[in-house]
């Protein structure tokens, strides 16, 4: 299952060309409290991770991220979607959703109410995950991009205007631009 999240979690690497690199540590037996990103496998925590250098500041034995979600049988869709997702936050994504210069206008009360029964969390959780949008000038972000894999899935009933968005499963042309403007592109690579 490590050398799964390693194949996908690489894409971030191989779609975009980016100066960055990952060091994965996938020997059953390898001690990861020198690692600055610490995966654990809890399915009772559902699928998480810290954003960006907000990872170095967690304790060192704690994960920074949960792959709850992640089992070796998982369909490839699935899998790809969720490691693509938490490794986008563990280099610097926030949720698409969370795009200042575009307000989605939220039923609020449904969506609280089916992710607390769907997930468990509660409405502080809920309320950090899906509504508090950071200021427009405190981040570095494309034009909305509904097709994002930072872009949650978005059933229609959880707006009052009836904006919905699917499953997204792999990166989107403005997330691989996005990488790209962020941390460059090696000179060799050819997209
Ligand atoms: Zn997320």
């Not at 500041?57 to 969720?82: C, F, H, Y």
Request: negative net charge; glycine residues 6%.
């Amino acid at each position: 299952m490590r050398e799964r999240v390693a194949d996908l979690a690489r894409l971030w690497l191989t779609r975009t060309g980016a100066r960055l690199d990952f060091h994965f540590w996938t020997a059953p037996d390898v001690d990861v409290g020198g690692a600055d990103i610490r995966i654990a496998f809890d399915p009772a925590r559902g699928s998480w991770s810290w954003v960006g250098t907000q990872a170095t500041r967690i304790a060192r034995e704690k994960p920074t991220m949960n792959l709850g979600w992640m089992t070796v049988e998982l369909p490839e869709d699935q899998a790809r979607s969720v490691v693509l997702h938490e490794f986008g936050h563990a280099i610097g994504l926030i949720h698409e959703h969370l795009h200042p210069l575009h307000r989605i206008d939220w039923d609020r009360e449904r969506v609280i109410a089916d992710l607390r029964a769907s997930q468990g969390w509660d409405d502080a959780t809920i309320s950090a995950n899906m509504f508090e949008e950071p200021p427009p000038d405190a981040v570095f972000a494309t034009a909305f991009d509904p097709s994002s894999i930072m872009m949650y899935a978005v059933p229609e009933h959880w707006t009052r205007d009836d904006f919905s968005v699917g499953w997204n499963t792999d990166l989107s042309a403005s997330d691989i631009g996005l990488i790209q403007e962020a941390y460059g592109v090696r000179p060799e690579w050819r997209g």
